[in-house]
């Protein structure tokens, strides 16, 4: 191999193969064992609706710097086999100068691959993975890449050991053979990637899902109780919760269905404790009746939607933005409430953290809009840092004499609530239109009377600087809120390098929507480009009903399943710039 | 026996019921109350939850915590509070709407599921609330203006359900007969994990012929069994009038609960350090 190839900031890769060949476990100990090694990576699986012989994909970026979406291309392709390689391999382009390595007992490379000028490398996986006892191929590309992209055998063998010692000695032992096997393979190849070295962290890094990441922001912000319906892409969040509150006294409870799973949470926490569930866009939409009665009943719940393409069962396995509308404007009647979004794996913690907090303060519901994209991503990141958010709810102490009053009007909207077991306190929590004391009625002024407070108390909330980021100077503006900011951001990077500045305004509080932050943000503005994945611009409509926005506007939204990736913004950004230009 | 340390009037508010006179409702809040009695637990450590309809009214006029929620769901709503609250005793009130159309899904699960908590399910073989259409427990061929010449449907038999999807406790009673009503209520709620009570409760103005109840209810007359086969064939054959317990069964409650007593998270943040 080369040795005048200077060393990248970045590398991507991706394994490919039938579900249950073992390219997602490759993938995700070459992640692993990279955040030892001190780089930042993040591993997204491109998975088939089949549960077992579908397509299966890793595909990982690494980089001296935290990751934030995958690249466009691809440096290095393994393909332990190719069925099925046709639903998926338009996806996963192999830039120019990277390569391909196949077995050719596994068939031809697909043509998307071998009609361009890519390298195209014969390894015979299955045969060197037969010549060693207990020998994988998938292990053997573990080798491969490694050795590709400079990664130590002891950085991988660390890894190996921790998670397969439990299998014996003889299984590490293979484990390591392979990869060796693999690495010589790949040291016979003029081609290399090799990943500018990182120093070693003082303070270890996490290796975590989006999902994992919802969940562990639930638990640091208080939640003991979780109900759970298992959806795809959302069901990760809801597995890591049942071990882990179970270990914290907490509890999990599998339901029916979302109906159930929507109103178990509303018990607990009409019952004190501060409780979650995670849901998708169908999910969400059997939820909506018992939102409102959240909303109306004023009890505290955090529901994350991890959304995928819709309408109706849509692309279960894949990304979009498309629950802005119904996460907002679906409640019937008049029912403030909270919406957020994550703006990345790692901010996934913040977020889901940040809306307990809120609906704890606010004792109303937050849903916190992540995507397939964030959730089933792993990254390495450094530990989130501890914020102070916590559940922290105005709860009812008896006070001598006092009538307890459970909506009753306060300064702030939010009325102290009385916890069950609290002696004076009992009230009925209802969805029927109330008085003060929660008592029935269907008279004009309690009608307005608590509609004004369930508004006036998140209106009066200090949402602080939460709402968002904005990053960079200039004139032209990328506009996009949750998933799409990382996109957007690495956008921005890549066309400063290119000497063109954006800047980059990204909403994390979607409702109610932070008009005042957004309007100070987008100040000078002549160019606004609204970055969204869904097929109408949903949140392109959501700004535009509640401000104009300056200069020209223009919007760029897809449906998925393609995600819309960084190289695309820019391209748009360029043109929008050359047209101005011209013009 | 001790002398109880609450009265009636410690469990009723002063919210007055929007059921019309003579709603066997009525009966059924009294039964409630002296159950709440003789169980002697204070009013705030009991929670009462319901769905929709005339029957699910019934928290407000209690003086215990109350959950009225939407259509169908008291079910999933009290056993999240139960598995989040166990020291709680809570009772679920529900109707043959409510319970068994829009909630029959949670209702087989909740049998299931066994949380230890009391389902008591006021039957009156219509919608109510709504002005008098077929619920699942009406017979076919009642005639109405939503079902004309009746439903043609196989009335729900919910006593049978419950046995076969594991409820833990399996009773029926009439709301008139208000001290039996208040003995099986107390052994409901005594009885571990997830108790049924079916309480025929005539609704007076939507269907006056179930003021008949009265005379053709009778108590049963053999013994309750734990076997939930031999409980199930009696229901089966049985005039559907027949009142008591009827079964009791011995399935461990459901595990799950929070605790007071809540668990450093350190180790789970651990177990993301690579």
């Not at chain 1, 955040?35 to 930042?40: D, H, I, K, S, V």
């Not at chain 1, 290796?207 to 990441?213: D, K, P, S, W, Y």
């Not at chain 1, 996109?487 to 409702?511: D, F, H, M, T």
Request: proline content about 6%.
């Amino acid at each position: 191999m080369s040795s005048l190839v200077p060393m990248r900031e970045s590398v991507s890769f991706a394994i490919v193969g039938t579900g249950g060949a073992g390219a997602i476990t490759a993938g995700s100990i070459l992640l692993e064992a990279a955040g030892r090694a001190g780089w930042y990576g993040l591993l997204n699986r491109s998975v088939g609706p089949q549960i077992r012989g579908g397509e299966a994909a890793a595909l990982v970026r690494l980089a001296t710097s935290p990751a934030v979406c995958m690249s466009k291309e691809f440096d290095i392709l393994v393909a332990i086999d190719w069925k099925n390689a046709d639903r998926f391999i338009a996806d996963m382009p192999v830039s120019a100068d990277g390569v391909v390595v196949a077995d050719p007992a596994s068939g031809a490379v697909p043509k998307a691959l071998s009609e361009n000028d890519t390298t195209i490398h014969n390894c015979a996986l299955k045969e060197l993975a037969a010549n060693i006892p207990g020998g994988r191929e998938n292990m053997i590309s573990v080798g491969l890449v490694a050795g590709l992209i400079g990664l130590s055998l002891e950085s991988l063998m660390a890894v190996v050991t921790d998670k397969l010692s439990n299998k014996g000695n003889a299984v590490v032992a293979a484990g390591r053979d392979c990869i060796r096997t693999g690495m010589a393979q790949a040291a016979e190849y003029e081609q290399s990637y090799t990943l500018k070295p990182s120093p070693i962290p003082d303070e270890k890094r996490w290796l975590i899902t989006g999902n994992e990441a919802v969940g562990m922001g639930a638990v640091r912000g208080g939640v003991r109780f979780a109900a759970a319906y298992p959806i795809t892409p959302a069901t990760e969040v809801l597995e890591w919760l049942a071990p882990s509150l179970a270990s914290i006294g907490g509890a999990l409870v599998q339901a029916e269905d979302e109906l159930s799973s929507i109103n178990m949470i509303i018990g607990a926490s009409f019952g004190g404790r501060p409780s979650i569930t995670a849901t998708s866009g169908p999910g969400l939409a059997l939820m909506m009746e018992s939102l409102g009665l959240a909303a109306a009943a004023e009890v505290p719940i955090v529901v994350v939607d991890v959304m995928r393409a819709g309408p109706s069962t849509g692309i279960a396995t894949k990304s979009e933005q498309s629950d802005l509308n119904i996460a907002v404007y679906g409640f019937h009647g008049d029912a403030p409430h909270v919406v957020v979004a994550p703006l990345s794996v790692a901010d996934c913690l913040f977020t889901t953290q940040w809306a307990v907090h809120i609906a704890e303060a606010l004792q109303t519901p937050v849903i916190v809009l992540s995507d397939q994209s964030l959730g089933q991503a792993r990254v390495l990141i450094e530990r989130p840092a501890d914020v102070a958010f916590f559940a922290n709810r105005k709860t009812w102490q008896p006070v001598e004499d006092e009538v307890y009053t459970r909506y009753a009007l306060t300064a702030g909207g939010v009325s102290p609530m009385a916890i069950p077991g609290v002696k004076g306190g009992q009230y009925t929590a209802d969805g029927l239109t109330h008085t003060v004391r929660g008592t029935p009625s269907s008279k004009q002024s309690d009608q307005k009377e608590q509609m004004d407070k369930r508004r006036d108390k998140i209106d009066a909330f200090n949402f602080g600087d939460h709402w968002g980021l904005t990053d960079g100077e200039g004139d032209t503006v990328i506009l996009t809120w949750g998933s799409m900011s990382g996109p957007a951001s690495e956008a921005q990077n890549s066309l400063k390098s290119e000497g063109i500045n954006v800047r980059l305004v990204a909403l994390r509080q979607i409702s109610p929507f932070p008009i005042d932050a957004v309007e100070k943000a987008l100040e000078g503005a002549t160019q606004v480009l609204v970055i969204e994945q869904n097929h109408t611009g949903q949140f392109y409509r959501h700004v535009r009903s509640y401000m104009d926005l300056p200069g020209e506007v223009h919007q760029f939204h897809r449906e998925g399943p393609n995600l819309i990736g960084p190289e695309e913004i820019a391209a748009q950004i360029r043109a929008l710039i050359s047209d101005r230009k011209t013009s | 026996m001790n002398a109880p340390q609450f009265k009636a009037k410690d469990y009723k508010s002063n919210v007055d019921p929007i059921w019309c006179p003579g709603c066997g409702d009525f009966h059924v809040l009294m039964s409630i109350t002296k159950a709440l009695v003789e169980l002697g637990r204070a009013p705030e450590d009991i929670a009462v939850v319901s769905g929709i309809g005339c029957s699910s009214r019934i928290p407000a006029y209690t003086n215990c915590y109350g959950f009225h929620g939407v259509h169908g769901r008291s079910l999933a709503l009290s056993a999240g509070l139960k598995v989040a609250r166990p020291d709680l005793t809570v009772l679920v009130m529900s109707g043959d709407g409510d319970g068994f159309s829009i909630g029959g899904n949670h209702f087989l699960h909740a049998c299931r599921r066994n949380v230890d908590m009391t389902y008591v399910v006021m039957d009156n073989r219509v919608y109510g609330m709504t002005k008098g259409q077929p619920s699942p427990t009406t017979e076919p061929d009642w005639d109405s203006a939503l079902s004309p010449g009746g439903t043609g449907l196989s009335p729900f038999h919910p006593l049978v359900i419950a046995l076969a999807s594991g409820a833990n406790f399996v009773a029926r009673e009439f709301s008139g007969n208000i001290k039996a009503t208040t003995k099986t209520l107390v052994e409901a709620v005594n009885h571990p994990g997830f108790s049924f009570v079916e309480i025929l409760s005539p609704c007076v103005t939507f269907r006056p012929d179930e003021k008949e109840w009265k005379n053709t209810v009778h108590s049963a007359s053999v013994e309750e069994t734990d076997d939930p086969g031999r409980a199930a064939r009696r229901i089966m054959t049985d005039d559907g009038m027949n009142t008591g317990i009827l079964y009791r069964g011995h399935r461990k409650p459901y595990k799950a609960q929070v605790s007071d007593e809540l668990g450093d998270i350190a180790p789970l943040e651990t177990a993301f350090e690579v």
